[in-house]
């Protein structure tokens, strides 16, 4: 098959992404696809006068892709783009997914993950992977995910939803729930996340948050063990343990290889591992989603089973936790991959 891999594009989760989509690349060509991988943002900067060469010398912008400590500037990233329209797709981009038989979303956050990108590639008779623009776009966003789970009775801790004209302070008064978990409603990978002790933690913290997103979650800090479980094709994968080494599963313990231990299978009672798939597999179909994704939990002191928030395009490094609980369902990486696109034809039909 002819594939593009888009990466990059200009969500905090920029880094992720590009190595995700290097990864991706090369497990396809293994496979012995045709892969090229493109920016969606950045494009393709030079004269395009035969697409057809970039499937056959593999064309890939993704050499030597390092996930850093912090997440990118994007406002200087996006300085480097020659073309400073306001466009989001960069030069030639749709041109070169239109040349594919699919569109591998090697995205994380932003436009990539919001159903934007989703709408925009079907609108241009795009085939691409993963969840189509609603499911992404329900998944995204953490206040409405929330809504859904207590509408659907999937666990999932206290919260509430501030909007950035918060100002009412009675309003924030009436949060008193203590230690509480800030988080940006569309950020992913944990940036802009904050664990706070009081009122003024949360005031601080809500003001961060608010650079990220317009919309940002206030939830109840459950202590406990942290899960992650992967589905294929709405069947959960094994499930996974995470435990970072130290402090708590943000950006860095999250890609700075040796930052965190993962157990795979997880060290659990069998039932209550069985009970977390299928809770993982329940949340996976009320938000929508659709060929592959990933469900994360807390487990607390007495058992208690909290779902989170769940992922259409986890990632895909060397860290991450879908591949390596397909590893231990017995699948490597470039089959994953390929099954990935499998299931995302699926939509097609």
């Known amino acids: 098959m002819k ?10 989760e920029r880094d992720v992404s590009i190595l995700s989509g290097s990864k991706i690349a090369a497990a396809l060509r293994t496979k012995g696809h045709k892969v090229v991988t493109i920016d969606p943002y950045m494009g393709y900067e030079q004269p395009l006068d035969d697409v057809e060469s970039l499937f056959e010398n593999n064309y890939d912008f993704t050499q030597n892709a390092v996930i850093k400590k912090e997440a990118p500037d994007i406002e200087a990233v996006k300085k480097t ?4 329209n306001s466009v989001y797709f960069g030069d030639h981009v749709l041109d070169i997914c239109r040349a594919a038989d699919i569109t591998f979303l090697g995205l994380h956050g932003g436009e990539g993950e ?3 990108v989703q709408a925009a590639l079907r609108l241009n008779g795009i085939k691409y992977t993963g969840s189509d623009m609603l499911g992404a776009a329900i998944a995204m966003h953490k206040g409405v995910t929330k809504g859904i789970f207590l509408n659907s009775n999937v666990p999932t801790p206290k919260s509430r939803l501030y ?5 009412n302070s009675k309003y924030l008064d009436s949060w008193t729930t203590y230690p509480c978990v800030v988080k940006p409603c569309s950020a992913g990978s944990s940036v802009g996340v904050q664990i706070v002790a009081d009122r003024d933690g949360l005031l601080a913290a809500l003001a961060a948050a608010f650079t990220y997103d317009d919309d940002v979650l206030v939830e109840e800090y459950i202590k406990g063990r ?3 479980v992967g589905i294929l094709g709405g069947k959960a994968l094994p499930v996974i343990e995470i435990i970072p080494k130290n402090g708590w599963y943000d950006y860095e313990n999250k890609y700075q290889e040796g930052a965190t231990e993962e157990v795979c299978p997880a060290k659990l009672d069998p039932k209550i591992a069985e009970r977390m798939q299928r809770e993982a597999e329940h949340a996976f179909e009320v938000l929508r989603m659709k060929a592959y994704g990933r469900v994360d939990f807390l487990l607390d002191k007495n058992n208690d ?4 928030e769940a992922n259409t395009l986890p990632g895909m490094t060397p860290v991450s936790l879908l591949p390596q609980e397909a590893k231990a369902a017995g699948i490597d990486f470039p089959t994953l991959c390929e099954k990935i ?5 699926i939509k097609y039909r």
Do not use: P
């Not at 783009?81 to 400073?84: A, G, M, P, S, T």
């Not at 909007?163 to 100002?167: H, I, L, M, Q, V």
């Open 3 to 12: 594939i593009v891999v888009l990466a990059g594009g200009i969500s905090s």
């Open 81 to 84: 783009r020659k073309n400073q």
């Open 114 to 116: 919001d159903g934007t």
């Open 163 to 167: 909007k950035r004209e918060f100002a």
């Open 226 to 228: 942290e899960f992650s």
């Open 305 to 308: 089973l909290f779902c989170l």
């Open 341 to 345: 696109i499998e299931l995302s034809l």
